[in-house]
């Protein structure tokens, strides 16, 4: 019989998504499940999303450009201009969804052996992007305890090795909403300058954010000839359907190996780069109404969280996640007893086990993540459930840790 590769042996099932066939189970027992486990968006797109779809008139549905279309790339252009980046339209390649985006930019700086650092926890796919690319991630740990602080300059030195081809950075943080300040990655830059290696900053939430004006890595002048910027308008624009994102570099080299591999995947969604101009154009007035949302969101959650008995969080920045840690030895055990054997009245709640935001192993076992994107009365009536599954948790298992 033959067998697979060792990339497809070793890809590991995303903790987001492998727990849907007990999620469905449940539902089929007539159980409400509130999921608090993956950041899908409940709020409408801009308004002008769909007609801009509907208004395409031409009889025939093309390829579109391996750049991209024309007058998408130019709504990119002055989407990032808001910022102050005076990007040109070959600075940016549309992609299909920021998940593309990592990918290409991945595969563009780096060889199989190569390695990258990366701060976690962290987005778990990133995993499953190291193994299709053949790249080592090298952790370097952030501590809810220490409200995911960067660490010492020689502790994320010491992980630097001739391998070592750049530095990975998700700004806001999917898993724990933490918020790199300028000052933060300027020390970053600084340390990418003098090793010569690449930052990969991953500003998906750029603009969800609870607290100061957005940031971009591509702000600071001494990251122009070493950032990579992956985006996407699944977040920003509550459209994780859509498939859209882009690559954001100064580095013409770089970003003419990315267009390289755009041209070996063809192009990105015709329709989708349509109904996103508009928005891309005049994005503002939307994110910050979806910002002030989330915030409200968050306050929710964390108010809550902090009332649960053991529980440890620290309040997140931006994004619409946070990580928690449990009085529970295992959080993988605690969510398949909240969707197998607990309800209140006809009511659970799935959240996101940590372990998997993690490289290091061990650490994220007792943790979580959720994700605020239900509505204000859901996410209490949530949060609510949740604190009775923890303790009724705690009455039947000797993992609880009061």
């Not at 024309?70 to 910022?83: I, Q, S």
Request: glycine share 6%; with cysteine; charged share 25%.
């Amino acid at each position: 019989m033959p067998k697979i590769s060792r990339r497809g042996q070793n890809i590991f099932s995303s903790p987001i998504r492998k727990f849907l066939p007990l999620v469905l189970e449940a539902e089929k027992r007539g159980i409400k499940v509130f999921k608090i486990n993956v950041g899908d968006p409940d709020i409408a797109p801009p308004a002008s999303f769909f007609p801009a779809i509907r208004s395409y008139q031409k009889k025939i549905l093309p390829y579109a450009p391996s750049p991209g279309i024309k007058e998408h790339t130019a709504a990119w252009v002055k989407y990032y201009r808001g910022f102050g980046l005076k990007l040109k339209p070959a600075d940016i390649i549309p992609t299909m969804g920021g998940a593309e985006a990592i990918l290409l930019a991945i595969t563009a700086v780096a060889d199989p052996g190569d390695e990258f650092l990366i701060f976690e926890p962290f987005y778990a796919s990133y995993k499953g992007f190291a193994t299709m690319s053949g790249v080592k991630l090298t952790p370097v740990t952030l501590k809810v305890e220490n409200n995911f602080a960067l660490p010492p300059i020689k502790e994320i030195k010491s992980k630097i090795n001739r391998r070592t081809r750049g530095i990975i950075i998700i700004n806001p943080n999917n898993p724990t909403g933490m918020l790199w300040a300028k000052k933060d990655l300027a020390v970053l830059v600084k340390i990418a300058r003098e090793h010569n290696i690449f930052i990969i900053s991953d500003e998906t939430y750029r603009e969800i954010i609870f607290q100061g004006k957005p940031v971009s890595i591509l702000q600071l002048p001494r990251a122009k000839d070493c950032a990579i910027v992956v985006d996407s308008a699944s977040k920003r624009f509550s459209c994780p359907g859509a498939r859209i994102g882009c690559v954001a570099s100064y580095n013409k080299e770089a970003m003419r190996s990315i267009l390289k591999f755009a041209m070996t995947r063809l192009s990105v969604p015709t329709l989708e780069q349509i109904g996103l101009v508009p928005a891309l154009s005049n994005a503002g007035p939307y994110t910050k109404k979806i910002a002030a949302e989330y915030k409200k969101r968050r306050d929710v959650v964390l108010n809550a969280l902090k009332k649960m008995p053991g529980v440890v969080c620290r309040e997140p920045q931006g994004a619409f996640y946070i990580i928690a840690k449990l009085p529970v030895k295992n959080a993988e055990d605690f969510v398949k007893f909240m969707l197998t054997g607990f309800n209140y009245n006809k009511n659970t709640v799935m959240v996101t086990p940590a372990e998997d935001f993690y490289i290091t192993k061990g650490l994220g076992r007792d943790e979580v993540r959720i994700a605020f994107v239900l509505n204000i009365k859901e996410l209490k009536e949530a949060m609510e459930i949740l604190a009775k599954g923890l303790a009724a948790y705690h009455r039947k298992s000797d993992s609880y840790k009061f």
